[in-house]
């Protein structure tokens, strides 16, 4: 099986938002607007957290999907591209975090 990417999970939550509610969890979530998406959302982040500190890599993993999942939805409510995001990162890989950090608190 090829790789799956971020970009395919894009494409399936763009595609599963314009399901019937009743038959998709993404067209659910889209239905309810953002509010409840971004609850979701902030859900997920905090069962992420507490399987990273309970050193239980399995929840580790199964968290971290429910939460890229969660993500994608919220940006596609947001109509914000993946590819915006991407470009953010690509552009910080000219400098350090640490740098970017030190920028910010002594401008
Ligand atoms: N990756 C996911 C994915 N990860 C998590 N979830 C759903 O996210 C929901 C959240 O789970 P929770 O237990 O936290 O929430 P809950 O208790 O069910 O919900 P509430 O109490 O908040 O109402 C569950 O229903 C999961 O099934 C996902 N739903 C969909 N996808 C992807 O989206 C595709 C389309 O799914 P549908 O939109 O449902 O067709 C799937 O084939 C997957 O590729």
Request: without cysteine; hydrophobic residues 40%; negative net charge.
């Given at each position: 099986m090829s790789e799956f990417t971020l970009?395919?999970?894009e494409n399936i939550v763009a595609a599963r938002a314009k399901a019937a509610p009743?038959?998709?969890?993404?067209?659910?979530?889209?239905?309810a607007g953002q509010r409840k998406a971004a609850k979701k959302l902030g859900e997920e982040a905090v069962e992420t957290v507490i399987a990273a500190i309970s050193d239980d890599r399995k929840n580790l993993v199964d968290e971290s999907a429910d939460l890229l999942y969660h993500l994608m939805v919220v940006l596609n409510i947001a109509a914000v591209p993946l590819q915006?995001?991407?470009s953010e990162l690509a552009?910080?890989?000219s400098q350090s975090g640490l740098?970017?950090?030190?920028n910010r608190q002594n401008p």
């Open positions: 970009s395919d999970l009743e038959d998709s969890w993404t067209a659910k979530l889209v239905a915006d995001v991407m552009r910080r890989t740098q970017e950090k030190a």
